[in-house]
C-alpha cells in the first residue's frame, strides 16, 4: 500500500443561518378578543448563507520508475463555492365557531429563493519552489456557474366541521417556478376532503366503550413536480462552433446546437383514496385501511432525441408521460398502558399497482438499456435475455440453439423466438424492479423510568440489478472482480467438463455477443429485506433527584441502520431508483451503521 503523504485537501464552510417570526392576534390588538373567533397574522422569515472555499494540491512524486507522477501532470484545484437561500411566509388564519359549527380559514403567501455561485479552477505543472497560485501554474482552466431557483405560491384553505361529525377541507394554491417556461410556469392545485364520524350519530350501533371512533373519509387533491433542475427550458449557444466561408473567407461565429422544449409546465399528480379509521376497546387498538390511486400527467422526463436530427444531446426533458399507481395501505396499533409495564405494538403494510398510460412521445413502447416501459404495463421493467444455466459440456452446446462463439463453460440462453439462434431479437421482459409489497413493524415498550423503542421497515417482491456487483463479476478484462471470479475455469481433469459455478473468464470477447455479461435474469437479484431501522434505549431519572433546577433528564443509547435481513448483494438495499428504471441501482452510497448516546435536560 503507497501513501502519497503530500497530497493536501481541504475544505473550509463558513454559515450563517438566520431565523425570525412574529404571531399577532388581530381582534385582541384592536380590542376586538372575542372566546370564539380568533385573526391572527403571522410572519416567518429565514436566510442562510454559505461560503465554502476547496483546496487540493497534488505534487510531482516519484517511488520508483514505474510509480510515480509526472512533473506535468502535479495539480492545483482551487473552488469557491456560494449558497444563498431565503424564505418568507405571510399567513393569515381565522378559527371561529357558531354553536356545533367550526370553521378555520388559512390564506397565505410563501416566496422561496435559492442562490448558487460557483467559481472553479485549476492549473498543472508549477516550477519549484512552489508557490500555490492557479496563475503559477503552466496549464490553466477556469469556470464559473450561476444558477437561481425561485417559487411563488399564493395558499388557501378552509376546515369545517359540525359537532366534530361532518368534516369537509379544501384546499387550493397557485405557484410558479423560474425552472418552467415564463408563460406557462403558473399552476393550480386544488384539494378536497370529506369525513364522517359515524360513531357519534344517534343511531350508532356499538357502545362506545367497544367502538370509540369510526370514521369514513375520502379525499381527491393535486399536487406538481418542478425537479428538473435550472434553465432546462432555454437553448444555450455553444460559442465559436460554426464556420463558414463568405467571399472565400472563413467566418467563425456561434450557433444553437441543442435542442430543448421551450413549453416546459408543472408535471401534475392527482390523487384519489377512501378509506376508514377504528378505535377499539378505550383506543387500544386502532386500525386504518384505505385505497388510493395517484394519476401522473405530464411527467418531466428525458426524452432520447433521434440521432438524425443534428444536435448535440441525446435527450430532451419535455412533459411527456402519464401513468398511475394504485393499491391498499393498512394500519394497526395495539397498546396497553393499564400497568407498570407499558407497550404499544404497531404494523403497515401497503400494496402498489403501477402502469403506464401514455408515453407521450409517439410510440406505446420505449427501450432504456436494459430497461423496457410499454402502454398499460409497468414502467421500466427488467429486459434482456433468459439464462438457462452453464454449458458443461460440449454436448450442452450442440443440443442448444445456436450462440456464435460460444465455448464449454459460457452462459447459454433461451430462443425466446424459437428461430434456433440466440442473438438480439431474443431479449424479453425479465419482470419487475418496483416492490409491490412494502412494510412496517414498530414496538415500544416501558418499564418505570426505562424505555425501548424499535422501529423496522421492509420490502417483499422486489427485485434489484446491482451495478457495482455485476461489474465485479464480470468475466471479461482486467480490473478489479470479486473473489468468487477465482473460481471460474474450472474443469474436470480430462478437461472435458466445466465444474464451476462461475462462467468462465477472458481477456477479449471474441463471440458475437459477450454470453457471460449479457443482461439477464442471472443479473437480477430477488432483493426483499427487513431493515432494523432503529433501536433506542433509555432512562428517564426522576425530577424529585435534581431539585427545582433541572428537569427532564434523560439518558439514551441508540442505534441507527443495525442490521438487514436479506440476501442482496449490494451496499444500500433501500436506494431510490430513477422513474424509468425502479429496479437499477446505480452505485447508490451504502447507508452508514450509526451508534449514538446522549443526555438530555430541561432547566
Not at 403506464?356 to 421493467?381: F, K, P
Amino acid at each position: 500500500l503507497l501513501i502519497n503523504n503530500l497530497l493536501q485537501r481541504n475544505t473550509r464552510v463558513d454559515r450563517f443561518v438566520g431565523t425570525a417570526s412574529a404571531d399577532v392576534d388581530v381582534l385582541k390588538m384592536f380590542g376586538l378578543e372575542n372566546k370564539n373567533h380568533k385573526l391572527n397574522y403571522k410572519i416567518n422569515l429565514s436566510y442562510s448563507m454559505t461560503h465554502a472555499k476547496d483546496f487540493t494540491w497534488i505534487p510531482a512524486w516519484v517511488q520508483s520508475n514505474r510509480v510515480y507522477l509526472a512533473k506535468s501532470n502535479e495539480r492545483l484545484d482551487k473552488n469557491s463555492r456560494d449558497y444563498k437561500d431565503a424564505l418568507i411566509e405571510n399567513l393569515l388564519t381565522y378559527d371561529g365557531t357558531f354553536g356545533k359549527h367550526h370553521i378555520n380559514v388559512v390564506a397565505g403567501q410563501t416566496y422561496e429563493e435559492e442562490n448558487t455561485d460557483l467559481l472553479n479552477g485549476w492549473a498543472l505543472n508549477f516550477t519549484e519552489p512552489y508557490f500555490l497560485q492557479l496563475q503559477n501554474g503552466s496549464d490553466t482552466y477556469s469556470s464559473s456557474f450561476e444558477y437561481k431557483h425561485a417559487i411563488l405560491s399564493y395558499i388557501g384553505r378552509i376546515n369545517y366541521n359540525y359537532d366534530d361529525r361532518y368534516l369537509f377541507s379544501a384546499t387550493v394554491r397557485r405557484d410558479a417556478s423560474s425552472r418552467l417556461s415564463k408563460n406557462i410556469r403558473w399552476g393550480t392545485f386544488p384539494s378536497v376532503s370529506l369525513g364522517w364520524r359515524f360513531d357519534k350519530e344517534s343511531f350508532f350501533p356499538f357502545s362506545t366503550d367497544v367502538v370509540n371512533m369510526f370514521k369514513v373519509r375520502g379525499s381527491y387533491g393535486e399536487l406538481g413536480n418542478e425537479n428538473i433542475g435550472e434553465y432546462v427550458y432555454q437553448a444555450v449557444m455553444s460559442r465559436n462552433n460554426m464556420t463558414y466561408s463568405f467571399n472565400n473567407s472563413l467566418v467563425t461565429g456561434s450557433a444553437v446546437s441543442t435542442f430543448v422544449d421551450n413549453n416546459l409546465a408543472w408535471e401534475k399528480k392527482k390523487t384519489y383514496n377512501v378509506g376508514i379509521d377504528l378505535a377499539l376497546f378505550n383506543n387500544r387498538l386502532e386500525f386504518t385501511a384505505e385505497w388510493y390511486k395517484n394519476t401522473s400527467t405530464d411527467l418531466l422526463y428525458s426524452v432520447r432525441v433521434p440521432e438524425q436530427a443534428g444536435v448535440s444531446n441525446s435527450t430532451v426533458t419535455m412533459n411527456a408521460a402519464s401513468m398511475n399507481n394504485s393499491g391498499f395501505e393498512f394500519a394497526a396499533t395495539y397498546r396497553n398502558r393499564d400497568h407498570a409495564f407499558k407497550y404499544e405494538v404497531s404494523g403497515n403494510l401497503s400494496t402498489l399497482r403501477n402502469r403506464v398510460t401514455s408515453l407521450g412521445i409517439g410510440t406505446d413502447s420505449s427501450i432504456n438499456g436494459a430497461y423496457i416501459t410499454n402502454v398499460g404495463q409497468e414502467i421500466g421493467r427488467f429486459y434482456g435475455w433468459v439464462y438457462e444455466g452453464i454449458a458443461r459440456t460440449q454436448e450442452d452446446l450442440d443440443n442448444h440453439a445456436t450462440q456464435d462463439g460460444a465455448n464449454v463453460g459460457d452462459c447459454l440462453y433461451k430462443d425466446v423466438n424459437g428461430d434456433g439462434v440466440v442473438n438480439g431479437d431474443d431479449q424479453t421482459v425479465l419482470g419487475s424492479g418496483m416492490p409491490k409489497i412494502n412494510f412496517g413493524l414498530n414496538a415500544r415498550f416501558e418499564y418505570k423510568g426505562f424505555d425501548l423503542s424499535i422501529a423496522t421497515y421492509g420490502a417483499l417482491n422486489y427485485h434489484v440489478a446491482d451495478d457495482i456487483y455485476n461489474s465485479l463479476n464480470s468475466c471479461y478484462g482486467y480490473g478489479n472482480k470479486d473473489v468468487a471470479i477465482l473460481d471460474a475455469n474450472r474443469f474436470s481433469e480430462d478437461g472435458t467438463t466445466y465444474l464451476s459455478n462461475v462462467p468462465r473468464t477472458y481477456v477479449v470477447n471474441n463471440a458475437s455477443l459477450a454470453w457471460n455479461d449479457l443482461f439477464s435474469s442471472r443479473k437480477i437479484q430477488n432483493a426483499a429485506y427487513w431493515k432494523i431501522a432503529n433501536v433506542e434505549l433509555g432512562y428517564n431519572f426522576p425530577n424529585k433527584w435534581f431539585g427545582k433546577y433541572v428537569s427532564d433528564v434523560r439518558f439514551y443509547v441508540s442505534a441507527q441502520n443495525l442490521y438487514t435481513f436479506t440476501g442482496y448483494h449490494g451496499y444500500n438495499v433501500d436506494y431510490a431508483g430513477g422513474t424509468f428504471t425502479p429496479g437499477y441501482n446505480f452505485c447508490s452510497f451504502p447507508t452508514a451503521r450509526t451508534f449514538m448516546c446522549g443526555l438530555h435536560f430541561t432547566f
